[in-house]
C-alpha cells in the first residue's frame, strides 16, 4: 500500500511503548538533529513558519513500513490503516525528528508522509526489503549540486568557448569517442584544482573533497571564469600524469617520488602561481584564455613551469624534515605547508631569511 499520512500520525506512533521498539529491524539508529545536517533540515522544514511545511511531502523520501496484516477503511471522511506487528525499516531519521518537534510542541499539522507499507508473514521478504531500502547508492555533495543553475551554465560556456566536456554527473557522457573523451573536465576534480590554486588551499584540496561542495562551493564555482577552472584541471592534469611518471621510475630519489606522489595539488599551487602570477578572474581571461591555447598544443608546454614549481615544494618539504617528523601523506594533508608556500612565493628574499625560510 502507498498512501499519504500526518507527521503527527507517524509521531505519535513513534512514542509507543517500549521507545523504539518500532525501529527494532531498522539497520540504522537515530543520528540526532544538531549534529547532523540532513535530520537537521527534516527539523527546520517541519517546524517552520515560512511555508516549507506544507512541502514536506515532496522534500523528504518517506518512510517505508512491513507488518503482518493490514486493513483499509475507505471512510472519505476519516480514512484510515490498521496495521499488525509494523515496523519502520527505512525512515527512522524522519520519524525520529518529526517525534522530536512533536514532543517540544513545534510540528506543523501541514506536515504529510509519504508511506510505503509491505504486507508479509514471510521473514525473509522483510529482510530483503529492510536491506534493499536501506542499500541504495550514496548521494553526495557532487550529486546534490549537479543541477545548480551555475554548474549548468559552466557547462555550456566551457563546450561552446572550448570545446570541452564539463562533467556536472558521473559518467555523464558514455557515448563520446576517444578523441572527445579526453576532452572531459569532471567538476569534482575541476573543483579540487581551483581550491588548490587560485583558492591556494591544495592540503584541503588534497585531503577534504566533500569541502568542495560544502563551505568552498560558493567560493569556487560562483567565483571561477570558466577559463581558470580549464586551466586549473589542465594543471592539476599534468600534474596527476607527472605523479605517475615519476613514481614509477627507477633513477630518481625516494623522496622526489614522495613530493611527486604526495604533493602534487601543492606543485599545481606552485605551478598556477608562476604561470600567471595569481591573476585570475573575468579579467584576465584572454591572457588565460591564451595560456589554454598554447597548452592544448602539447604537455611540453607545462615541462619549465612544473620543473620550477616542483623544486619549490619539495625544498619547502626537505626544509621542513627534520622539525615536521609527520608521515609525508600527512604533511601534505596539513594546513601549515599552505602557509609555507605562500611565503616562500611571495616574501621577498630578504623577509624570508629574517623569517627563517
Not at 514532543?103 to 530483503?128: C, F, H, Q
Not at 591572457?287 to 613551469?305: L, Q, R, Y
Request: glycine share 4%; aromatic share 10%.
Amino acid at each position: 500500500m502507498i498512501c499519504s499520512t500526518k507527521g503527527k500520525d507517524i509521531a505519535v506512533l513513534s512514542k509507543i511503548e517500549p521507545k523504539d521498539a518500532i525501529f527494532d529491524m531498522n539497520v540504522r539508529s537515530f543520528y540526532g538533529i544538531e549534529n547532523n545536517p540532513v535530520n537537521s533540515d527534516i527539523f527546520k522544514t517541519c517546524t517552520s513558519n515560512n511555508g516549507d511545511p506544507s512541502l514536506f511531502w515532496f522534500l523528504n523520501n518517506g518512510i517505508t513500513m512491513v507488518c503482518e496484516h493490514f486493513d483499509f477503511t475507505n471512510d472519505p471522511d476519516h480514512p484510515m490503516v490498521d496495521l499488525k506487528n509494523v515496523q519502520i525499516v527505512n525512515g527512522c531519521q524522519t520519524a525520529v525528528t518529526l517525534r522530536e518537534a512533536y514532543e517540544k510542541g513545534l510540528l506543523k499539522d501541514s506536515v504529510n508522509v509519504l508511506l510505503r507499507i509491505y504486507e508479509t508473514k514471510n521473514p525473509s521478504l522483510t529482510s530483503r526489503i529492510t536491506l534493499t531500502t536501506n542499500n541504495q547508492n550514496k548521494i553526495v555533495g557532487r550529486d546534490l549540486k549537479a543541477n545548480d543553475v551555475v554548474q549548468s551554465d559552466i557547462q555550456k560556456i566551457m563546450l561552446d568557448r572550448f570545446g570541452y566536456y564539463y562533467e556536472r554527473k558521473n559518467r555523464e557522457f558514455p557515448d563520446l569517442p576517444p578523441d572527445k573523451k579526453i576532452k572531459i573536465v569532471p567538476n569534482d576534480k575541476a573543483g579540487q584544482a581551483y581550491l588548490a590554486i587560485v583558492g591556494k588551499k591544495p592540503s584541503i584540496a588534497r585531503g577534504f573533497l566533500g569541502r568542495v561542495w560544502d563551505q568552498h562551493y560558493d567560493e569556487i564555482f560562483k567565483h571561477a571564469s570558466v577559463e581558470d577552472l580549464l586551466l586549473t584541471y589542465m594543471i592539476h592534469v599534468y600534474c596527476n600524469k607527472m605523479s605517475k611518471t615519476l613514481k614509477k621510475a627507477d633513477d630518481i630519489d625516494e623522496i622526489d617520488k614522495e613530493v611527486a606522489t604526495y604533493g602534487s595539488y601543492h606543485i599545481a599551487r606552485a605551478m598556477g602561481f608562476l604561470l600567471v602570477n595569481d591573476k585570475w578572474g573575468n579579467k584576465e581571461r584572454e591572457k588565460i584564455k591564451n595560456i589554454i591555447v598554447s597548452a592544448e598544443k602539447g604537455p611540453a608546454f607545462f615541462f619549465d613551469t612544473y620543473n620550477k614549481a616542483f623544486d619549490i615544494i619539495k625544498n619547502i618539504r626537505m626544509r621542513d624534515f627534520n622539525k615536521n617528523k609527520q608521515t609525508i601523506s600527512y604533511y601534505f594533508k596539513a594546513e601549515p605547508v599552505q602557509m609555507a608556500i605562500e611565503n616562500e612565493l611571495y616574501l621577498p628574499p630578504s623577509l624570508k631569511e629574517a623569517a627563517g625560510f
